[in-house]
Structures are given as structure tokens and as C-alpha cells.
């Protein structure tokens, strides 16, 4: 019977294990994801402009023979292809790389040629893949002009079984013709388009002086050229810093024309729309402006576009001027726009931020090494194939001993060496010669070509040897390239135009509303409107309330005014009259218009004045005096005025009336204070400071009155009557005592009316 034995487990991995603090190990593996994707995804490299993705696609594209005059091939085929053997990320990723190249209003040149539905500026998305088909443009071609010559390095893929080039070398400008944008860990790049032409006249510039100055350079490169074209205001000033440093921002705002209809009538036409602002939602923007009536000279907007942009923009009316209303569209919506400029690459793998003449001169070393490794490479084959035509000239010379050679000896190669003093590669190529080639002019056309490439060869030495020739041969193939992108062709023609802001004297959105009177009407239950006119607030019965509800506030304003509304949380809004509900119904609930947080309640609502200035408490007997300014709120968020402690609430909003010089408080438990108004603080914001002392209760109300004066309050009833206390002597004291009963007739419900 056979034994059979069981294998001991193994060991423990003990020498796997590392004893290195958590910190330095987590900081080691962050450190080495973030060069990853600073260098291998997010930033371009300054000699081609291309991310890896971008380099592989069409290297991709390449090898499956995608020129220019090619016929298509399905996109599904590149991403295929590309994903299997060079870019081991997801199909959607590369796809998306693939259609962004192929967008003439993504890419100024694009550097692949799309037939299908790769998306549009509405912001629709492209169609599927194996929708859509793709070849490479001239411009990608460019780029990788002169990968067949040893121009570049090549390296392996990330699984050993191809290679890749590691940048391309072509003299297409796409850093800067094309830009680039990208976010890396730490860092970001972004590059906008430029005119091909301008930069290439720079290089040649730079190439004829290299002493010239970013500054210099603005004579040939004058800002970004967008595909979407556009308009750029930004000063040249700016423009110069920004190019300087490497570092800045350009405005770009939407190219408009006036269009006259006739009688005095006229429209605004937008042709043109700021770079990578998506069509659909600026129409959506400007039908909210439209809609919520935020600019009340807009009258309304129209979509004409089919394959060119145009957008109709009508005016309220003909008066209006259409310098201001464009320069209201400009800073309400994304007509204008500011687009950044950081010039961070990668210069031999290394990031940094260049200025533009960094740039040009880095890549134009870039060329000259280019120029220099295809001359080599050139050079190399022109000595290979001079060798093989000294051979042949000598067995032309002796055709009839070569002949005798081969017929008669045995080892006919190693006869041919020694009988002619021939290389081993010159002796093989008299061997493989046809019969037909002994022919008298192929002998003639073999000394041609070997006095051609005699000379070229002499003159590739003198290219390699002398950097003023590298220059010349450099300036010439730059032109031409230059002749083919220049600004009298239709890719080449600059589609943006830099121009100064027009000075255009605006008007605030207030001075733009028709000043019309309006009442003002909210319910207890937070319902509000506005009423035409200003009407007869004593007669209350005439307006109307839903079921269970009853008025709260009532009051006149203009359509120019700003409406202040207060909380019990302490939190301040402002509505403008012009943009409620009209006065036909019951209206809209408050809380649409504003973040009222939950359980506040509306404890002021009036028209807000700038010179005002308010009386505040809350309900646990603190208050202070605040300015109107520092109570008006942006957004609708609004903003907190009063700070509250515990569960106390903000309950007491009084006018301050010019002159008043005394403050009357008086608290649930029916005692009253009064004090000098110049112990309240002024404050923007905060609690406060104490009132009135109480055991029990807390404040019932206050407010401010002359002294002089004396104190009034309303007798209550149906009549109008108040009541005054001339001599007040008793009832004042310190801010914070605890105060004395009323005079005999104040009202039961502790308020002054």
C-alpha cells in the first residue's frame, strides 16, 4: 500500500512584510500615482502637444493606413485596435479622446477627419462607435511626418508585444495650434487655440533672432485664435503679461450685428459664441432672463441656427440701446466668457510653466533634433546603397571576368571578393543582378544615381555638421508648412479678432424698470403680490383671500423699489416689486422666492430704504441698531442679520425715525424702560446687547421715539385715537434695568402700535 504524505503548510510571508511607517508608505504610493498621471494622462508634452491617448490613437490610425486619401474606417475598429495593443483603458475614455480630435469646434485643426455624427455645439453627445467612421486629417499627418526615419524613440507597450513612439516629430505647431486642457494631482494645464500661421511666422522669427523677447513676438502672435471665432477684449497689456508669464486669462465675448427691420425697428443677430460654451444652455440662460424678467430691456430670444450659428435677440423697444443690452447679456450670461491661459507642460517629462517664447524655443530645439536624427537616418541609407553601386560599376567595368567568376568557380562570392577587392554586401548584390540589368544604360543610370547620392550625402554631412544650415533647411520646411495653413486659406483664415472693449456707459438693472406704482399685499399664510396702482389700504374687505387666510401686510411701493423681508430666524431677503405675481389671484407663496428655513416665520415686510436705520430685537430682550445697507441681501439665501441664542426669536423690527433719541421697551410681564437711544450699539451683524431684565416672560416690544416728544400708543378701537405721556420721568432708566408698570391706559396686548 503506497504512503502518501501531506505537504506541511507553508510559512508565513514574514519576508514580504515591510516595517515602514503608514505615512511614508501611503505618501510613496500617492507620490507615485500623481507622477503617473502628471505624465502619462492630464499634461501634453511640448513637442507634439499630445496627451498619450491622443498619441496613440493616432499612431493607431497609422498603422491601420488611415491618410487623408484613404477610404473611412469604423471609429469601433481605431478604439479597438488602440485599446488592445497600446492603451489598456476603458473603450469609452479613448472614444471620447477620438471624437474630441475629430470636432472642428473643439480642435482649431482638427487632427481627425469624422464621417458621422460626432456631436455638435448644441452639446449633443457623438453617436455610438460602430456609428461612426474616421482617417486622419493633413495636420495629423504633419505630425507624425518623418516616424519611418529614426527621428524619435520608440518604446515598448505596456505588454512587450509592440512598440510606440514615444512623441511624434512632425513641425505642425500643435502645442499651441490646437491647445490643450488638463487636470493633473496638483496641477492643471490649460492652453487655448492659436492661428498656425502666427505661430509659425514667430518660430521663423525666433529662428532668424533668438534674442527676441516674449514682447517681440506679439507682432506675429496676437492672441488666440478659437474655432467658434468670437471677439477678444482683453488689453494688450494683459495679453503681453499673460504670454510672459505663462500665466492669465483672455476675455472672449460673442461676434453681434445690429439688423434693421424697418420703421425704426431693429434686432441683435449673434453669429458667433464664445469657445466651449455649449449652444443649448445659453439659450437656455437667456430664456430664464427672458422668463424671470431679470433684464427688463431684454424682450425675447429666438434659436434660427441650423449649420452657423444665429440667435435673434429682440429689445423691449426700439429705444433701447443696443450697445448697453449686449453689454447686459455679456455679464448676466455666457456671451462672454474668460478663458484661461496656463501654460504648463511637459518639457522631456518634467512639468513647468513656459512663456511663449519657452515654448516656440523649446520646440523648435525639437525640430533641429528631428532634422538632425532624419539626416543621419537619410545619410545612413545614401552610404548603404553607394556602397552597393561601387560594386556594381566595378562588374560593369570587368562584366566579362565577373561573368567567367560565376560560371567557372566553385565559391563564386568569395572569387568576386578577392578578384575586385568588393565587401561581402557588394559581392551579393552583382550575384542577385538580373540578366537584363548588364544592359549599356542601366550602366548609366547606376552612375547617375551614384553621383546624385555622392552629393547629396556630402551635403547631409554639411546639414549635420553646421547649425546655420540646420536653420536655413529648418526655415524652409516652416514655410512651407506656413504656405499651407496661411491666413489667405479657408482652415488658416483667423477666426478670432482682438479688438478693445467698446466703452459702452451702462445703466444699473434698477434704472432700466419703468417706475410704476404697485400695492403690495401678503396674506398671513405667506402669500404675496402686487397689485396695479396704489390702491385703498383702508379697504381691506375688497381683497380677496383663500379660505382660512387673512391679510398681513399692505403697502405702496414702486416698480423701482427693493422689498425688505425679515424673519424670525433672524435672517434678512430682498424681492424686487417688478418680478412678483400680479395682483390677479391670490399670488405665489413667499417661500418660492426665497430659502425660508423651516418653522420661520414673517415678522416684517416692507420697502427698503438705503438711508433707513432699523431697530432689532428678539424676544429674549437683546437688540441693537443696524444700518438698512448691511440688511440687503443677493441671493436667495439671504442673509443673517440677527444671531439668536437658544430657542429665542427675532420678533421686533422698528423704523428709526431722524431725531428719535429714546428707546421704549416693554416685556410680557408689563413693565416698561425706557433709555437713551445712544446706548444701543450699531452693529451689521451679531445679538445684541440686554434691553430690559425680566423674571419671567421676555420682550413684548419696543421701539424709538423723541423724548420731547413724549410717548404715544394707539387707544385701540375702531377710531384712530392714540394716547401721549409727556412726562416719562418715572419709567426711564438704565438699558437692562427692569422698568415699571405702565401708565394707566396702555394697551393689554403690551404693544406701542
Known amino acids: 500500500m503506497a504512503r502518501t504524505t501531506t505537504a506541511p503548510p507553508p510559512e508565513p510571508p514574514l519576508d514580504r512584510i515591510l516595517d515602514t511607517p503608514f505615512d511614508t508608505a501611503l505618501g510613496d504610493r500617492y507620490l507615485v500615482y500623481a507622477l503617473s498621471t502628471i505624465t502619462a494622462r492630464s499634461l501634453p508634452d511640448l513637442r507634439d502637444g499630445l496627451k498619450p491617448v491622443h498619441r496613440r490613437i493616432l499612431w493607431g ?32 475614455s479613448i472614444y471620447d479622446a477620438l471624437v474630441r480630435l ?10 481627425i477627419d469624422g464621417q458621422g455624427n460626432f456631436g455638435n455645439i448644441d452639446g449633443d453627445n457623438a453617436a455610438a462607435m460602430r456609428y461612426t467612421e474616421a482617417r486622419m486629417t493633413r495636420a495629423a499627418t504633419l505630425l507624425m511626418d518623418g516616424l519611418d526615419e529614426a527621428s524619435v524613440d520608440f518604446r515598448a507597450t505596456y505588454n512587450g508585444e509592440e512598440e510606440e513612439p514615444e512623441v511624434f516629430p512632425g513641425m505642425f505647431p500643435n502645442l499651441l495650434a490646437n491647445g490643450s486642457s488638463g487636470i493633473a494631482v496638483g496641477m492643471a494645464t490649460s492652453i487655448p487655440p492659436h492661428n498656425a500661421a502666427e505661430v509659425l511666422d514667430a518660430a521663423m522669427g525666433l529662428l532668424a533672432d533668438p534674442d527676441l523677447t516674449d514682447a517681440d513676438l506679439l507682432q506675429w502672435v496676437k492672441g488666440p485664435d478659437f474655432p467658434t471665432g468670437g471677439i477678444c477684449v482683453e488689453p494688450a497689456a494683459s495679453i503681453a503679461e499673460s504670454y510672459t508669464t505663462g500665466r492669465g486669462s483672455f476675455r472672449l465675448r460673442a461676434r453681434w450685428r445690429r439688423e434693421d427691420l424697418g420703421q425704426g425697428m431693429w434686432r441683435i443677430v449673434v453669429e458667433e459664441i464664445p469657445y466651449q460654451v455649449v449652444k443649448g444652455k445659453l439659450i437656455e440662460a437667456l430664456a ?48 462672454e466668457v474668460r478663458v484661461p491661459l496656463n501654460m504648463n507642460v511637459l518639457d522631456h517629462g518634467r512639468p513647468g510653466v513656459l512663456s511663449l517664447k519657452s515654448v516656440i524655443a523649446k520646440w523648435l530645439v525639437h525640430q533641429r533634433e528631428v532634422l538632425i536624427a532624419r539626416s543621419q537616418y537619410r545619410l545612413g541609407k545614401i552610404e548603404a546603397r553607394l556602397e552597393i553601386l561601387g560594386g556594381l560599376l566595378k562588374a560593369y567595368l570587368n562584366l566579362d571576368e565577373v561573368i ?34 548588364l544592359r549599356k544604360l542601366e550602366e548609366f543610370e547606376i552612375t547617375k544615381e551614384n553621383k546624385a547620392l555622392t552629393q547629396e550625402g556630402k551635403d547631409l554631412r554639411v546639414l549635420i555638421g553646421s547649425p546655420a544650415a540646420q536653420t536655413a533647411r529648418l526655415q524652409t520646411e516652416l514655410a512651407e508648412i506656413r504656405a499651407a495653413y496661411g491666413p489667405t ?4 483664415m483667423r477666426r478670432t479678432t482682438i479688438e478693445a472693449a467698446p466703452d459702452v456707459k451702462m445703466i ?48 405702496h411701493a414702486y416698480t423701482t423699489d427693493k422689498i425688505m423681508v425679515a424673519a424670525s430666524d433672524g435672517r434678512f431677503y430682498t424681492l424686487t416689486p417688478d418680478k412678483l405675481p400680479g395682483g390677479r389671484g391670490f399670488g405665489e407663496p413667499l417661500r418660492l422666492m426665497i430659502d425660508l428655513s423651516e418653522g420661520a416665520e414673517i415678522i416684517a415686510l416692507a420697502v427698503w430704504k438705503s438711508d433707513a436705520r432699523l431697530l432689532l430685537a428678539a424676544n429674549d430682550g437683546r437688540g441693537f441698531v443696524v444700518e438698512a445697507t448691511d440688511v440687503l441681501a443677493e441671493t436667495r439665501k439671504g442673509r443673517q442679520v440677527v444671531n439668536l441664542k437658544d430657542k429665542a426669536r ?44 425680566y423674571k419671567d416672560g421676555g420682550l413684548s416690544d419696543a421701539r424709538s421715539f423723541v423724548m420731547a416728544d413724549g410717548l404715544s400708543w394707539a387707544m385701540g378701537g375702531a377710531g384712530t385715537r392714540t394716547r401721549t405721556e409727556a412726562d416719562l420721568t418715572f419709567w426711564k ?21
Not at 410681564?669 to 446687547?689: H, I, T
Not at 408698570?741 to 396702555?746: A, D, H, K, R, V
Open 508 to 555: 444699473s438693472l434698477e434704472d432700466m424698470i419703468d417706475k410704476e406704482p404697485l400695492t403690495i399685499i401678503a396674506s398671513q399664510k405667506g402669500w404675496v403680490r402686487a397689485m396695479k396702482g396704489h390702491s385703498d389700504l383702508g379697504a381691506g374687505e375688497a381683497i380677496k383671500f383663500k379660505e382660512g387666510d387673512g391679510p398681513a401686510f399692505a403697502f
Open 404 to 437: 567567367r567568376i560565376i560560371r567557372e568557380e566553385d565559391d563564386a562570392k568569395a572569387g568576386l571578393i578577392a578578384a575586385f577587392v568588393l565587401t561581402e554586401v557588394q559581392a551579393e548584390a552583382i550575384l542577385n543582378m538580373r540578366l537584363r540589368s
Open 650 to 693: 427675532f420678533t421686533v423690527l422698528k423704523a428709526i425715525t431722524p431725531g428719535d433719541d429714546m428707546v421704549a421697551v416693554i416685556g410680557d410681564n408689563r413693565k416698561l424702560l425706557v433709555f437713551p437711544l445712544e446706548d444701543l450699539p450699531v452693529m451689521a451683524r451679531g445679538q445684541g446687547v440686554a434691553l430690559q431684565k
Open 489 to 492: 486659406t479657408a482652415l488658416g
Open 733 to 753: 432708566g438704565a438699558r437692562g434695568s427692569a422698568g415699571r408698570l405702565p401708565p394707566t391706559g396702555f394697551p393689554r396686548d403690551n404693544k406701542f402700535g
Open 288 to 335: 430664464e432672463l427672458v422668463n424671470d424678467k431679470k433684464l427688463p430691456i431684454l424682450g425675447d430670444i429666438d434659436d434660427e441656427s441650423d449649420e452657423k450659428v444665429r440667435i435673434v435677440i429682440e429689445p423691449r423697444s426700439r429705444n433701447v440701446d443696443p450697445a448697453v443690452l449686449m453689454e447686459s447679456l455679456f455679464k448676466l450670461t455666457d456671451l
Open 61 to 92: 490610425m497609422r498603422l491601420l493606413r488611415l491618410d487623408p486619401g484613404s477610404a473611412y474606417k469604423k471609429s469601433a475598429r481605431v478604439v479597438g485596435d488602440v485599446m488592445g495593443k497600446y492603451h489598456p483603458h476603458g473603450d469609452q
Open 102 to 111: 475629430s470636432q472642428d469646434f473643439s480642435l482649431r485643426y482638427p487632427l
